[in-house]
């Protein structure tokens, strides 16, 4: 049976941020996943401290999406900002040490205008390789999504073939593909063979309905399958519930989770 968790940047996002956390833990979660607000000060110890409280494990932050002025969706395609990345994977990976999380979702960016893909794609490798040698020293990996261009105009790492077969090309311990099944829905279909297929360099899943991106069981993926599908290619791992509540509250988008709880 899959095991869930909050996407805390999605879910009970009618609340504070910290608020979120303990009430992921009331809605019957065991687990999170969020983008920290790096923002410094005495923030991340209070994070730490309700996670605890909580009795949650955090499986999956997001790393900075900008450092200063670079950036904006992220930074790792980025020609000419190696510095400005590897600040930022710094910063990700104090946070991952502290919460004791063991993913780290680094995002690609926004491919600059009149930008040259062939560089942007060299940058990104170079730095996401880079990544998961820092972040592999602390047997922490970091996790490559593809993210639709549909809703995100621009976005860089869109492909998800192509995402896959860099970190198979790459062939690291610790670069590890993240399968959202809402993004792949968008860009390609093909979720049950294509996630099979991937499957043993898959770090990470994560899920919502299509269209509108809300819960599972408002659109046309058929999540009931696809369930029991990742238990019997033998998942083991989390799934992220990263789906906008249709209604806007999400405790009232929790019907489809009980089953699974």
Same mark, same amino acid.
């Given at each position: ?8 940047n999605f879910l009970f996002s009618e609340l ?12 019957? !979660? ?10 410094? @000060?005495?923030?991340? /110890? ?8 909580? @009795? ?15 950036? @904006?969706? @992220? ?26 999380? /063991? ?13 040259? !893909? ?36 621009? #976005? ?6 192509l995402a896959w077969r860099i970190v198979q ?53 058929? #999540? ?18 990263? #789906? ?18």
């Amino acid at each position: 049976m899959p095991k869930f968790t909050a996407n805390l940047n999605f879910l009970f996002s009618e609340l504070d941020f910290m608020e979120r956390i303990p009430a992921a833990a009331k809605a019957g !979660f065991k687990a999170v996943e969020f983008p920290p607000p790096y923002k410094g @000060g005495d923030e991340q /110890k209070k994070i730490v401290d309700l996670i605890g409280e909580n @009795g949650l494990q955090v499986v999956l932050i997001n790393g900075p999406a900008k450092v200063g002025n670079v950036g @904006g969706r @992220g930074i790792a395609c980025l020609p000419g900002e190696r510095e400005a990345f590897q600040e930022s994977v710094g910063i990700a990976l104090d946070y991952a040490r502290a919460l004791n999380t /063991k993913r780290v979702h680094v995002q690609s960016g926004t491919m600059p205008t009149n930008g040259d !893909f062939d560089r942007c794609l060299t940058s990104y490798i170079e730095n996401v390789r880079w990544a998961a040698d820092k972040m592999g020293e602390h047997d922490i990996a970091v996790c490559l999504e593809p993210i639709n261009n549909k809703d995100n105009p621009g #976005y860089f790492m869109h492909d998800p073939h192509l995402a896959w077969r860099i970190v198979q090309e790459e062939s690291h311990p610790h670069l590890k593909l993240q399968f959202d099944f809402y993004h792949w829905q968008m860009m390609c279909g093909d979720l049950a063979s294509d996630f099979k297929a991937a499957m043993p360099l898959v770090g990470h899943i994560q899920i919502a309905d299509c269209p509108g991106r809300n819960e599972p069981g408002t659109g046309e993926i058929n #999540y009931t399958f696809l369930f029991d599908w990742i238990d019997a290619c033998g998942w083991d791992g989390w799934v992220g519930s990263e #789906y906008k509540p249709s209604s806007g509250k999400t405790d009232e988008s929790l019907g489809w989770l009980k089953p699974y709880l």
